[in-house]
Every structure is written in structure tokens, then in C-alpha cells.
């Protein structure tokens, strides 16, 4: 298990779910939120969270509700239609410091709206 296991209340993807941040929103239900990437990495990048409290996909992935891990699931190709991303897309979750996990509210990055290319560049 990877070493960030006490979630903190003081990221950002907290504050946004509080409101105390603003946020562009694309979908959002009970379970879940998604929002437009401040800094975003292709022409079309979104932002998904749980709107409970986990710190990372390993985190949610061992501890979470099976009802919230379809909610999150099932929001993917949701959000995939309501931003046209018929000719593919790509999720990334970054996981722990050499995941490159910046935030530590568990998220998924929805990329797409040109050809990405290769998943890593050498
Ligand atoms: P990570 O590196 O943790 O996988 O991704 C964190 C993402 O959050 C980055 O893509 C970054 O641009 C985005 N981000 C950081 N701060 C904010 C913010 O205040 N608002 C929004 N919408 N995105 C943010």
C-alpha cells in the first residue's frame, strides 16, 4: 500500500467540493463532481472526483462503497458524450509522489479533442 493513507482535508479538490474554491463544472451527481482542469493538457481536459473522501485510486479503490466506485466508473463515459469525445479519449489516474499525484483528493483525468499519442514520452 502506498504511503498517503491520512486524507487531508486542506487540498484544493476539497475546497472546491466545499465551494470555497470556484470551479468550472462539466457533470456532477450525488456520488460525484467533475470540473474543467485549471491547467489543462490537451484541448479538452476534465477533472473527476468522488465527493467523498479518499486520497488516491489506491485509496478509494480498497476502502470505497462498490456504489460509489460504479458511480465513478459509469460518470466516465457519461462526461466522455457530454464532451464529444467520439473519436477516443484518455484517463489517467496519477497515484503517490512517483505517480506524479499532486492533489491528494482522489481524481480522474478525462484528456482528449486531438490525438494524444503515446502514453509516456520517452
Ligand atoms: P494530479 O497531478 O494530482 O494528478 O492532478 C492535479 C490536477 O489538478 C492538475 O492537472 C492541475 O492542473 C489541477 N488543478 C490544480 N489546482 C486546481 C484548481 O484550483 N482548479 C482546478 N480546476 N484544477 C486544479
Same mark, same amino acid.
Given at each position: 500500500?502506498?504511503?498517503? %493513507? @491520512?486524507?487531508?482535508?486542506? @487540498? ?5 467540493? *466545499?465551494?470555497?474554491?470556484?470551479? +468550472? =463544472? ?7 463532481? #467533475? /470540473? ?5 493538457? #490537451?484541448? !479538452?481536459?476534465?477533472?473527476?472526483? =468522488? %465527493?467523498?473522501?479518499?486520497?488516491? /485510486? +489506491? +485509496? ?10 460504479? #458511480?465513478?466508473? *459509469?460518470?466516465? #463515459?457519461? !462526461?466522455?458524450?457530454?464532451? %464529444?469525445?467520439? %473519436?477516443?479519449?484518455?484517463? !489517467?489516474? @496519477?497515484?503517490? +509522489?512517483?505517480?506524479?499525484?499532486? !492533489?491528494?483528493? /482522489? ?7 486531438? *490525438? ?5 514520452? =520517452?
Amino acid at each position: 500500500m502506498i504511503d498517503i %493513507k @491520512n486524507y487531508n482535508k486542506d @487540498n484544493v479538490f476539497g475546497k472546491i467540493l *466545499r465551494k470555497e474554491i470556484p470551479s +468550472d =463544472p462539466v457533470y456532477e451527481t450525488e456520488e460525484v463532481y #467533475a /470540473f474543467k482542469d485549471i491547467n489543462p493538457q #490537451a484541448p !479538452i481536459h476534465v477533472v473527476i472526483i =468522488p %465527493k467523498k473522501e479518499y486520497c488516491s /485510486f +489506491d +485509496d478509494f479503490s480498497r476502502s470505497s462503497e462498490e456504489k460509489t466506485i460504479l #458511480a465513478m466508473i *459509469r460518470s466516465i #463515459a457519461i !462526461i466522455a458524450d457530454i464532451l %464529444k469525445l467520439k %473519436k477516443g479519449y484518455r484517463i !489517467i489516474s @496519477n497515484i503517490g +509522489d512517483f505517480g506524479g499525484q499532486e !492533489i491528494p483528493h /482522489f481524481h480522474i483525468h478525462i484528456l482528449g479533442g486531438k *490525438r494524444l499519442g503515446r502514453i509516456i514520452t =520517452p
